[in-house]
């Protein structure tokens, strides 16, 4: 089940985040919380927060998926591409054309998975990293018949100061 970040679920993706990734700032998840709340998912089995996604609108037409971490243990059963499909579907919802990712060069496992869901490899930012690897940005175009195929019985249109935002209603399962 892919359902909203609660405050309640921020250790547990402390500890996703600390075991996905050697740079990690645990406070940024909070400060992302307050500012995108509906873009920032995360995945549930029985009761257990096993993945995350983290996605905003970066341009006009853009979205940039921040982050996307998943256990370990879970990993190679579908969670991550499911993750990254939600937020799409957000994306798309808001009206946005395209999605962008940055992944570590060395990272050939979540290259791969990009790849299988559409990102294309753009450019390469030198030392993107602290550490100085270089990070590869991809991205992916977010075609509009994409709600007309995903679950967006959950995605509601919300009006508000002139501006158009999508809210989740209540959990996302998505079942295949």
Known sequence: MIRRFA????????????????????????NFYEMVGDGFLVAEQEGKVVGYVVGYRSAENE??????GVKKEYRGRGIGTELIHAICDIFVANGLRYARLEVRTSNTG???LYRSIGFT????????????????????HLHPYRLLISKQKYL???????????????????YR
């Open 7 to 30: 405050p309640e679920d921020f250790q547990e993706i402390v500890e996703i985040e600390e075991e996905a990734f050697s740079e990690h700032n645990s406070l940024v998840y909070m």
């Open 63 to 68: 979205g940039h998926i921040f982050s996307v």
């Open 110 to 112: 979540a290259q791969k």
């Open 121 to 140: 490899q753009c450019w390469t930012e030198k030392k993107y990293y602290s550490d100085g690897e270089d990070g590869m940005v991809m991205k992916m």
């Open 156 to 174: 509601e249109p919300v009006f508000s100061d002139n501006e158009f935002f999508t809210t989740i209603r209540g959990p996302i399962s998505y």
